[in-house]
């Protein structure tokens, strides 16, 4: 088969599986195979493909019709511009989190850093490669999580100090920005996912538990002994969660308190500025 014919049979393939994003997803695959880009495909798509990537590109598309996420078939996701190694076992990076990262970043420089529940990676690895801190640090509590935030520091030739253990447990250090995506889905929401999400990503770095606020309410607490005077903690939040996450941040104290929106309009961020002295928690 020429390297067109096999896009068009991949295509095809996952369109009459039910794949909304047939084509990108055939596509992602191909070049995966291939080491094509969009310009080769054009320009060489009458060759005739090796036997060896045909058969690899439906061996990959048969992963994909059992709804394992392309980004770990391929090892990998674009965040902000940058490549991050993702496996399974570690939450995929989403378009949403740049919003927050890139809110981060902006706010960088000379600054600490701290990523809480930092997963692949992919907040602290940001703002240490664009931003201007002078210090970034990431915590999370799994193991497997963190090896592969460390590859993607690695990675990128920036350097982060990894914590692990749950939350601020092992974390050292004094922070002007705490930043968090933390698990925020409703325990009972999570079998009505997507399969991709449900049956695939990491169910610890989904589980917000019965209401999704478990890891807000635990982190703003405890935020406040990290936190330098006027330091800020940001966080991702769900949709519906715009009006009880800033409520737990008004009950402990925080000022400053703002909702961000997305890019379709949905509550999204929550930003807050810790007033106090760390020497009276």
């Known amino acids: 088969m020429t390297y067109s014919e096999l896009m068009t049979a991949g295509v095809k393939l996952l369109s009459d599986a039910g794949f909304p994003e047939a084509r990108t997803d055939a596509r992602t695959l191909m070049f995966h195979v291939t080491g094509m880009d969009f310009m080769a495909l054009l320009r060489d798509g009458a060759l005739q493909a090796d036997k060896e990537q045909e058969e690899r590109f439906f061996r990959l598309l048969e992963e994909r019709r059992k709804h394992v996420p392309v980004q770990y078939i391929v090892g990998e996701q674009e965040f902000c511009g940058l490549r991050f190694a993702v496996q399974p076992g570690v939450l995929i990076p989403r378009p949403e989190t740049e919003l927050l990262t890139e809110a981060v970043f902006t706010q960088s420089a000379g600054k600490r850093v701290l990523d809480m529940c930092t997963g692949s990676g992919c907040i602290a690895v940001t703002v240490a490669k664009l931003g201007k801190p002078v ?35 092992n974390v050292e250090g004094v922070y002007d920005i705490i930043v968090s995506n933390p698990p925020y889905i ?8 997507m399969p991709e999400v449900r049956d695939f990503e990491p169910r610890m770095a989904l589980d917000g538990w019965s209401d999704g606020l478990l890891f807000y309410r635990r982190i703003v607490r405890d935020a406040k002994a990290f936190l330098a005077p006027g330091g800020k903690l940001l966080f991702e939040i769900g949709h519906d969660q715009g009006r009880t996450v800033p409520e737990i941040l008004l009950a402990e104290g925080y000022r400053e308190i703002e909702v961000k929106k997305d890019y379709a309009g949905l509550d999204r961020m929550v930003f807050a500025v810790w007033p106090g002295d760390n020497k009276e928690i």
């Open 135 to 169: 210090y970034v640090a990431a915590s999370d509590d799994s193991a497997e999580a963190l090896a592969v935030a460390k590859k993607n520091a690695e990675l990128q030739e920036v350097p982060v100090t990894f914590f692990q253990g749950d939350l601020f447990e």
């Open 186 to 193: 409703q325990s009972k929401v999570i079998e009505d996912l």
